[in-house]
């Protein structure tokens, strides 16, 4: 998706340069909520303020919600057909192959390296085995990386 | 009355999903679990795994996608008609996109402090890794006795990790899966 956006953004409407748009696209990776939706957001917010924001927003969600809403209303009266059932039965492993599947390259790109792999695997068996809410883990990592900072900050100062 | 509590609750959960919403996609897939599955139970574990398979399908945020699904089939399973399940459909994915609103808002404001601010880097330099934990989690608790009913579903499950390692195309896969589980669960009428 993230191509698209940037054809559409830098070089056909000219709304970003290309810089700008690397720079931008960093910090709505690590904004919460989906990519595109930030990516919209802050298109519309630099070209028209906040009401841009509004509209983009609009824009980038709108297809979705009718195809999700279309399909929600038909699933919903075809799900007890038996041949439905057959065919999501075959459907849900793959679902959770498709998600596991890139875990190790994306592990790559998110810089996980044997040192710090104690991380994710930490973060996984809490949130699977314990059924700690990621709410709490989000939390702790901000707040430790933030702690972390300061103690490296007050380590060189000495 | 019940309607109105049953709005609330929904606009809540999913301010709460899009607030803690770090990574999207897939890190996302524990939190709504947990909230919409476990604590409120508006939908089934396999109810959700077909919402999964369906935002895999289909162009679109998982995120925004879930939201749109179980704001309807939560309000309209209770026993209100289709018109009040397009409303609960509209709460939960307006209520789901306010945090992005308000923090991408404050974000343009800030774009040039925040562009290689430390403290951020810091908090980056643990989140990512954190996030990476979450998809696997995703992962584990989708692969529950709902999900694999036999042997069988492990068998479509080893090969299509193979094949998107490969690079196959995930709605491709999503296809032959289904034409497979046509054939190793025939329908019986």
Same mark, same amino acid.
């Given at each position: ?7 559409? +953004?830098?070089?056909k ?5 290309d ?8 910090l ?6 989906? @990519? ?23 824009? @980038?969600i ?6 999700i ?7 919903t009266?075809f799900?007890?057909n038996?041949?439905?059932e ?9 679902? +959770? ?14 810089g ?8 994710p695997i930490? +973060?996984a068996?809490?949130v ?5 809410s990621? +709410?709490y883990? @989000?939390m ?7 702690s972390?900072y300061?103690?490296?900050k007050?380590?060189m100062?000495? | ?19 803690f ?7 996302m ?8 599955? !476990?604590?409120?139970g508006?939908?089934t574990?396999?109810?959700?795994? !077909? ?9 679109g945020p998982?995120a ?7 704001? =309807?089939?939560?309000?309209t399973?209770?026993?209100?008609s289709?018109g ?16 992005s ?7 343009s404001?800030f ?5 290689g601010n430390?403290?951020m ?7 990512k ?15 529950? !006795? =709902?999900?694999?009913? !036999? ?28 034409v497979?589980?046509?054939l190793l =669960?025939?329908?019986?009428?």
């Open positions: 998706m993230i191509p698209l956006i940037r054809n559409e +953004v830098v070089n409407k000219l709304w970003l340069g810089d700008e748009f690397m720079d931008m696209l960093a709505a990776q690590s904004a919460p909520g989906p @990519i595109s939706l930030n990516t919209a957001l802050f298109v519309g917010n630099k070209r028209l303020g906040f009401k841009g924001s509004l509209f983009c927003g609009a824009g @980038i709108l297809p979705s919600f009718i195809v809403l279309l399909i929600a209303v038909l699933f009266q799900k007890e038996p041949i439905i057959s065919i999501f039965k075959g459907i849900r492993p793959a679902v +959770v192959a498709l998600i596991a599947a890139p875990l190790l390259g994306l592990s790559k790109s998110a996980v390296r044997l040192k710090n792999i104690w991380i930490t +973060v068996l809490l699977w085995l314990l059924k700690i990621p +709410v883990i @989000i702790f990592a901000i707040l430790f990386g933030i972390y300061l103690f490296i007050l380590k100062k000495r | 009355m019940e309607l109105m509590e049953l709005y609330i609750s929904l606009f809540l959960t999913f301010l709460k999903i899009g607030v919403g770090f990574g999207g996609g897939y890190a897939l524990p939190l709504i679990q947990r909230e919409v599955v !476990d604590i409120h508006w939908i574990v396999s109810d959700f795994t !077909d919402i999964v398979a369906i935002s895999q399908t289909t162009p998982i925004f996608n879930s939201a749109t699904y179980i704001g =309807y089939t939560s309000v399973e209770m026993g209100f289709t009040q399940g397009i409303i609960g459909s509209a709460i939960c994915t307006t209520a789901v996109s306010i945090p609103l308000i923090i991408m808002t404050i974000i404001a774009f040039f402090k925040l562009k430390p403290w880097q810091s908090s980056l330099s643990i989140l890794p954190a996030i990476i934990g979450l998809i696997a989690a995703a992962a584990l608790m989708l692969m529950n !006795d =709902y999900n694999f009913i !036999d042997y069988k579903s492990w068998i479509i499950f080893g090969v299509v990790v193979v094949a998107s390692i490969k690079k196959m195309d995930p709605i491709l896969l999503i296809v032959l899966s289904g497979a589980g046509l =669960y025939p329908p019986s009428f």
